[in-house]
């Protein structure tokens, strides 16, 4: 079984960046589609972004796009999150997450349920 621990959260003025960091456990690192989601205080947890098995393909919600980027090293285990430009609305405890199933446009990548495996999550706060 497959565990993720995320890591690099903390607190950032508006506009600087963090990159937060997910370390998977396992042989199988290569075979998953990763992504991020993260969750406000007082909101539900919704889709950051996510990145297929080879890297080859990456998709972002509209809140984030042009500012977060998504990188993944599979000799390494580990999918990255780069988050520039950072807002107090980015504010919120972040996610890694990971499916077994093949990444594609009309996959339904940004449901909760088309992932099979969480980490604990990591805090981000965005001062203003």
């Known amino acids: 079984q497959v565990q993720l621990v995320e890591s690099g959260g903390g607190l950032v003025q508006a506009g600087g960046s963090l990159r937060l960091s997910c370390a998977a456990s396992?042989?199988?690192?290569?075979?998953?589609?990763m992504a991020w989601f993260r969750q406000a205080p007082g909101k539900e947890r919704e889709f950051v972004t996510a990145?297929?098995?080879?890297?080859?393909?990456?998709y972002y919600a509209d809140s984030v796009k042009g500012r977060f980027t998504i990188s993944r090293d599979n000799s390494e285990n580990s999918v990255h999150l780069q988050m520039n430009s950072l807002k107090p609305d980015d504010t919120a405890v972040y996610y890694c997450?990971?499916?077994?199933?093949?990444?594609?446009?009309?996959?339904?990548?940004?449901?909760?349920?088309?992932?099979?495996?969480w980490g604990q999550g990591t805090q981000v706060t965005v001062s203003s």
């Open positions: 997450a990971a499916s077994s199933r093949s990444l594609y446009s009309s996959s339904p990548y940004q449901a909760e349920n088309w992932y099979d495996i």
């Open positions: 396992g042989r199988t690192f290569n075979s998953l589609t």
């Open positions: 990145i297929s098995r080879t890297g080859g393909s990456t």
